[in-house]
Structure formats: structure tokens, C-alpha cells
């Protein structure tokens, strides 16, 4: 009896540390290394794996045919520190998808079908460090204020994708970007690209190819240069130039200024006219009293 015991000890313990190990509530058709690991890498999956473990801390599921990602699916799971969602289906994020991920220091949406990256897509992702989302190749549009709020990215991959053009507002707010990754974009060089180049001409260390790995179409003939090729006074015909924005704040202008020049005009034909019956009023006690 004693020795029977003693024999199965070591079975127990082994089974118990399998269990650890590979993950008790590991999802099917994906692998558990370790107790904060899920990796459902090449699985052909079609949706998100079910019974996914709440404290997962690595979840991998790159090489699927994932469409879709519910807008409440990290709010279950506060501990996420790296995602990798590479080369699915992805063809676009639902507001605030990524707006919870407050611990998320990896993201990577590469290689997915995305059209577009919309204002406040990450929310206030504060802790995330890198961001993949190159060969997208439908993604032509980048808000403004689409990585508003990534006080801590450091890198940030945009190559070949499908970008024509790129408010500077995008890169100008990041204050911890270090690396950032635009090649192989049909980027236009015209004067709506000027406020962007200056900025990558002052920031070209932050390339990883360099000045010399961009290129772009001149809009004349559609003829491709490398940005290395140039310069600032390239744009100098764009200085004179007003943007949409530039109208409508010139438009609004004039508008507020021709309200505020007819309600003084008002108010300066009111008192004159007050001021001319009173004088008025006083002439004719004046009579009367003679």
C-alpha cells in the first residue's frame, strides 16, 4: 500500500504540473505554454476562441481567418500585455474595440484587410510601447487624432499600406515615437504632403530606411522620387497656399467681424438717435419756458 502511494507521487505531481503548464481552461486548438500564454497561431480559426482564460497575458492568434473583433472583448482581460492578431481578416475596429487595453504594450495588426484607422481607435492605450499595422493594403486613411493619446508608443509601423497623404498632426503628437516605418506607401508629393515631409525631414533618424527608403509620385507626371532627392524649397510653390482649413477659418473671420462691425453700427445709430431726441426734448423746454 505504502509503496503504491509512493509510486504515484511522482505521477501527481507530474499531472499537476501539466495541468500549469499547458493551461487547465486552454482553449481548443490552441497551446497553453505557460499558465499567461494562449497561442492559436495557424489554427484557421474564423472567429475568436472560446474560454479564453481571464488572465491571459500573451494571446497570439496570428495566421487565422479572424473578420471581426467584438468591441467588448478586452474588458474581460485586464492583464493583456502583448496581442498579435498578423495576417487575418481584420477589415475594420469597432469604436473602442481598444479604448480598455490599459495594459497593452504590444499590438499587432499587420497584414489584415483595414480601410481605415479612425480618431480615438486606441482610446487612451497609455501603455502601449509598439504598434504594428503595415501591409494593410487598403488602409488610405489616418485621422488626425487616431493615436491620440499614446503617451508611450515608441514604434510604429505603416509600411505598404495604401497612403496617398497623412495629416503631420499624426506623427506630431506622439511624444515617445522613436521608430516609425511609412515605406512602400504611393505617397503624392504635393502641397498637401509638405507639412508631412518637413516633419520627416527633421525626424529622418526615426526612419528605419531613411529619407532614402520613401519614395513618392510627383503630381505632374506621377514620376517617382526618393524624398532624399528632396528639400524644402521643393514645396516653396505651397508656402502661398491655403489649405480648406485655412478658408474656413479666413471665411469664419470675415463673418464674425462683419456681425460685430453691424451690431456696433446698431447700437452707434441707437445712441445718436437717443442722443438727438434728448437734445431735442431740451430745446423745446427751453421755448417753453421763454
Not at 495594459?103 to 504594428?132: A, C
Not at 515615437?177 to 526615426?206: D, S
Amino acid at each position: 500500500m505504502f509503496s503504491c502511494v509512493h509510486w504515484l507521487q511522482p505521477f501527481l505531481a507530474l499531472l499537476s504540473s501539466a495541468l500549469l503548464t499547458c493551461g487547465y481552461n486552454c482553449p481548443s486548438s490552441c497551446s497553453c505554454p505557460d499558465h499567461h500564454t494562449v497561442d492559436c497561431t495557424g489554427q484557421g480559426l474564423t472567429r475568436l476562441p472560446d474560454s479564453i482564460p481571464l488572465d491571459v497575458r500573451r494571446l497570439l492568434l496570428s495566421n487565422n481567418w479572424i473578420p471581426w473583433i467584438p468591441s467588448d472583448f478586452l474588458v474581460l482581460y485586464s492583464d493583456l500585455v502583448y496581442l498579435d492578431l498578423r495576417n487575418n481578416s481584420l477589415s475594420r475596429l469597432e469604436p473602442g474595440t481598444l479604448s480598455t487595453s490599459s495594459r497593452l504594450v504590444y499590438l499587432d495588426l499587420g497584414s489584415n484587410n483595414l480601410t481605415e484607422i479612425p480618431s480615438g481607435t486606441f482610446g487612451e492605450s497609455r501603455s502601449l510601447i509598439k504598434l504594428r499595422l503595415g501591409n494593410n493594403p487598403f488602409l488610405n486613411m489616418v485621422s488626425k487624432d487616431a493615436f491620440s493619446g499614446l503617451t508611450s508608443l515608441r514604434e510604429l509601423e505603416l509600411e505598404r499600406n495604401a497612403l496617398s497623404g497623412m495629416d503631420v498632426g499624426v506623427l506630431s503628437q506622439l511624444p515617445s515615437l522613436r521608430l516609425i516605418r511609412l515605406e512602400g506607401n504611393p505617397w503624392v508629393c504635393n502641397c498637401n504632403f509638405a507639412k508631412l515631409f518637413l516633419w520627416l525631414l527633421e525626424n529622418q533618424h526615426k526612419l528605419t530606411t531613411g529619407l532614402e527608403g520613401m519614395e513618392c509620385s510627383l503630381p505632374v507626371d506621377g514620376q517617382l522620387v526618393s524624398l532624399s532627392m528632396l528639400s524644402e524649397d521643393s514645396f516653396r510653390e505651397c508656402r502661398g497656399l491655403l489649405t480648406l482649413t485655412d478658408y474656413l477659418i479666413v471665411i469664419f473671420s470675415g463673418i464674425c467681424i462683419s456681425v460685430a462691425a453691424i451690431i456696433a453700427s446698431f447700437f452707434l445709430a441707437s445712441t445718436i438717435h437717443c442722443f438727438q431726441r434728448l437734445k431735442s426734448k431740451r430745446t423745446d423746454e427751453e421755448e417753453a419756458e421763454d
